[in-house]
T-cell receptor, first 113, second 115 residues
Framework: AQKITQTQPGMFVQEKEAVTLDCTYDTSDQSYGLFWYKQPSSGEMIFLIY??????QNATEGRYSLNFQKARKSANLVISASQLGDSAMYFCASDTGRRALTFGSGTRLQVQP | ETGVTQTPRHLVMGMTNKKSLKCEQH?????MYWYKQSAKKPLELMFV???????ENNSVPSRFSPECPNSSHLFLHLHTLQPEDSALYLC??????????????FGDGTRLSIL
């Protein structure tokens, strides 16, 4: 079974600073994908970034990067140059292909001016 | 603008009512999903459809009945719901189930309140 753990229920960051949101996963599958989603207060889930288990380089998408440490089974999201619009819930999720996404409990990020 | 559209956005219903949630995707995907998001709980997968065939039912009570008439449309029929069923119901789609590298694209959700 897959399990995703996000140990930070809430995080604060100053505008323009970088922030790291933690995620650890537990799976016995060799092939899997790791995803981060953003959920603003309006409710929609927005796909941010993907990392494959066989990818040797960390994924980057604009201001988002994924710090993937396979041996530690961690997939932390780094947001650089935080903006007020980054305030939202952030969910880490994994997919092994055999089952649909398993989500963590989320981290609420608040960006302060 | 989302490629996955859910209607209605909000729904209030009594426990004896029957209603349906609708999801439509315009992304050419072949897999569709229903999730339930309750307060202070992780997203819970409910159902998965791949090429119109149900491939996962995550022990969902029978008062929730999914229907997938084609790869673009997904319904969730509701009847005799309980107060604990109040939640945000999210629909998602992806290219195809079975591959671990495909992101799911979500709709805006239907916020359901059971009186």
């Amino acid at each position: 079974a897959q399990k995703i753990t996000q140990t930070q229920p809430g995080m604060f960051v100053q505008e323009k600073e970088a922030v790291t949101l933690d995620c650890t996963y537990d799976t016995s599958d060799q092939s899997y994908g790791l995803f981060w989603y953003k959920q603003p207060s309006s409710g929609e889930m927005i796909f941010l970034i993907y990392q494959g288990s066989y990818d040797e380089q960390n994924a980057t998408e604009g201001r988002y990067s994924l710090n993937f440490q396979k041996a530690r089974k961690s997939a932390n999201l780094v947001i650089s140059a935080s903006q007020l619009g980054d305030s939202a819930m952030y969910f880490c999720a994994s997919d092994t292909g055999r089952r649909a996404l398993t989500f963590g409990s989320g981290t609420r990020l608040q960006v302060q001016p | 603008e989302t490629g996955v559209t859910q209607t209605p956005r909000h729904l209030v219903m009594g426990m004896t009512n029957k209603k349906s949630l609708k999801c439509e995707q315009h992304l050419g995907h072949n897999a569709m999903y229903w999730y339930k998001q309750s307060a202070k709980k992780p997203l819970e997968l409910m159902f998965v459809y791949n090429f119109k065939e149900q491939t996962e039912n995550n022990s969902v009570p029978s008062r929730f009945s999914p229907e997938c008439p084609n790869s673009s449309h997904l319904f969730l029929h509701l009847h005799t719901l309980q107060p604990e069923d109040s939640a945000l119901y999210l629909c998602a789609s992806s290219q195809e189930k079975g591959y671990s590298n495909q992101p799911q694209h979500f709709g805006d959700g239907t916020r359901l309140s059971i009186l």
